[in-house]
C-alpha cells in the first residue's frame, strides 16, 4: 500500500507565506519525493519531541508498516508521519484494514513470524492469545531501557489507568494505549426535563426512566442497546451488566458463564430491550443506536463516549443542544461496570532487534502527550478526537473547549468513568476469548429475539465453551 503523505493546508498559512511555499515544494517535487517529505516535516516544530532525553535518530534507515483500522482518529495520526520520519529517519507505511479483517490478520502475521506489520491496532482481549504464543513483546524492557525511553518525558503512568491494565498481562505492558473509549449513559436532557426525570444511578431507575419515556405509538422509544451478535457487539454490553448483578467469569480455573448471576443478567437485558427499545436494536450495533438516537427515536442509550460525534452531526442529527451524558448506573451488586476499550499498539516479536527499536520509538511518539494533543484539540481538521489516553489531557482546558459542543457533562461523564468504574475482568481475559466471546454473543441474540429463554441459551454457550 503507497503510504499517503499531507502537506500544509494554505489556508491556514498567510497568502504570500502559502504562496512561497506552494511554490518552494513544487520545485522540491522536481528534486524527488524524499526532499519533498523533508520539506514538510521541516516546517513543523519537533522541539517537544527532541526535549526528551534520546536519541530519536538511533533506529535511522529503518522501515515499518503499521496496521490500523479506517477511522478518523487514525487518520489524524497519518497525517503527522512526515513528522515523525523527519525527527527519527525512519519509514513508517500505514495500512488500513477494516475491523472485521485486522483482528485476523494481524493473528495470522504474528502466528507465521513473517513480521509484514511492526505493530496493529490491537484489540485488548487479544492480548492473552498474543502473551501466551510469545508473539508480541514484553514493553517494560523498551520502558524501563533509558537509551530508549525518557520516562521523565512519556510519562507511562500518565496514561490512563483502565486502558494501560487492559493491554498488560499479569501486570506487564504488551500495548501502548493510543485512542480508547468508555460507556456512558447518552439521554435526551429535554425529554427527562419535561417529565422531571434525572439520569439513572441504578439498574431499576434506569428501567424506570424507559418505562415513562417509551411511547412507540408516537415513534419514541425509552432506551436502546447493543443487540446484534459479536465478541465485540453484544458482548461489549452485556458483560457490564453481568458484572453489575455480582457475576464472576470463573468457577475456579474454569470459564463459567451460566450462573445465577448470569441467568439474572441477561434476564434484565431481554427484558429491557423487549419492552422499550426499538424492536430493530435486537440487530443493531453502535451506529444504528446513534442513528436512531440522533434523529429523534430514542430517548437514552448506554454506549461508548465516542459515539456523540455522530449524535452531533449537524448534516443528520435533530438533537443537538439536547444532549447530556451520565456514568453507567448501579447494578444490584452496588457496583458500576462500565465497557472499556482502547486500540493500543504491541511489537511484533518477529522483528528483527533494530526494528524493535524502530517500532517502540513509533510507539512512543503515537502515543506521547505531544501526539495525543496534536491529533485533537490541535488538529487542523474537522475530527478532535475524544480519546485521547492521558489524564493530564482529559483534564486539559484545551480538551474541554474542543469537546463543549458534545453536550452536557461529556468530559466529567466519561472520565470519572475511567477513574472509577472500570473493571479490567469485565470480560474474562483468557487466550480462548476470540471463540468465547463469538459463542456468547450468539447464545445472547438467541436470547434476545426470543428464540430461547435466557437460562437456555446460556447453558447451550456453556456446553460449547466446555
Keep these: 500500500m503507497k503510504k499517503t503523505t499531507f502537506p500544509p493546508n494554505p489556508a491556514q498559512l498567510g497568502r504570500r507565506k502559502a504562496l512561497k511555499q506552494v511554490a518552494s515544494l513544487g520545485a522540491l517535487a522536481v528534486a524527488g519525493p524524499q526532499l519533498l517529505s523533508s520539506a514538510y516535516a521541516q516546517g513543523d516544530d519537533l522541539a517537544p519531541y527532541r526535549s526528551a532525553k534520546i536519541n530519536w535518530r538511533q533506529a535511522e534507515g529503518e522501515s515499518i508498516a503499521a496496521a490500523v483500522i479506517p477511522a478518523s482518529y487514525f487518520d489524524n495520526l497519518g497525517s503527522l508521519i512526515p513528522q515523525f520520519e523527519a525527527l527519527t529517519g525512519i519509514k513508517v507505511r500505514i495500512e488500513k484494514v477494516p475491523p472485521g479483517q485486522i483482528r485476523q490478520k494481524a493473528t495470522l502475521d504474528l502466528s507465521s513470524k513473517t513480521g509484514t506489520y511492526a505493530t496493529h491496532a490491537a484489540d485488548p482481549m487479544y492480548y492473552p492469545l498474543y502473551v501466551t504464543n510469545k508473539w508480541v513483546e514484553p514493553l517494560d524492557k523498551y520502558l524501563n531501557d533509558a537509551s530508549l525511553t525518557d520516562p521523565a518525558w512519556f510519562k507511562y503512568d500518565d496514561i490512563l489507568k483502565a486502558w494501560r491494565d487492559a493491554d498488560s498481562i499479569n501486570g506487564k505492558p504488551y500495548g501502548i494505549p493510543y485512542d480508547g ?11 427527562y426535563a419535561a417529565k422531571g426525570l434525572k439520569p439513572a444511578e441504578t439498574y431499576d431507575q434506569f428501567i424506570a426512566n424507559a418505562k415513562a419515556l417509551n411511547d412507540p405509538a408516537s415513534r419514541m422509544y425509552g432506551m436502546a442497546l447493543r443487540g446484534f451478535a459479536g465478541a465485540g457487539q453484544n458482548m461489549y454490553i452485556y458483560p ?7 457475576g464472576n467469569w470463573f468457577s475456579g480455573s474454569s470459564v463459567k458463564v451460566n450462573s445465577p448471576e448470569a441467568v439474572r443478567a441477561l434476564r434484565w437485558y431481554v427484558d429491557a430491550m423487549t419492552q422499550y427499545a426499538p424492536p430493530a436494536a435486537r440487530n443493531w450495533n453502535w451506529p444504528d443506536i446513534a442513528d436512531a438516537f440522533s434523529q429523534g427515536t430514542v430517548a437514552c442509550y448506554i454506549d461508548a463516549h465516542s459515539s456523540a460525534a455522530v449524535i ?17 448506573p448501579k447494578g444490584p451488586s452496588g457496583k458500576r461496570v462500565t465497557s472499556i476499550w482502547n486500540w493500543g499498539f504491541p511489537i511484533n516479536a518477529a ?12 510507539i512512543m511518539w503515537a502515543t506521547s502527550a505531544e501526539t495525543q494533543a496534536r491529533t485533537s484539540w490541535k488538529f487542523a481538521g474537522p475530527a478532535k478526537r475524544s ?12 480538551f474541554a473547549s474542543a469537546m463543549k459542543g458534545m453536550g452536557d457533562n461529556f468530559v466529567q461523564a466519561a472520565l470519572e468513568s475511567l477513574e472509577h468504574d472500570t473493571d479490567v475482568e469485565w470480560r474474562p481475559r483468557v487466550p480462548q476469548w476470540p471463540a ?12 434476545l ?8 441459551a446460556l447453558d447451550e454457550a456453556q456446553n460449547r465453551i466446555q
Design 436 to 447: 468465547i466471546g463469538d459463542t456468547m454473543g450468539t447464545s445472547i441474540q438467541t436470547a
Design 240 to 246: 457490564s451488566i453481568f458484572r453489575g448483578f455480582g
Design 387 to 398: 480519546g485521547v489516553n492521558r489524564t493530564s489531557l482529559w483534564r486539559a482546558p484545551e
Design 351 to 362: 522483528l528483527s532487534e533494530r526494528a524493535k527499536k524502530a517500532t517502540w520509538l513509533f
Design 181 to 191: 473509549e468508555v460507556t456512558v449513559q447518552v439521554y435526551r436532557k429535554d425529554l
Design 449 to 456: 429475539i426470543g428464540q430461547k429463554k435466557p437460562e437456555n
Design 312 to 328: 452531533n452531526n449537524p448534516e443528520k442529527s435533530k438533537v443537538i443542544g439536547k444532549i447530556a451524558y451520565a456514568r453507567w
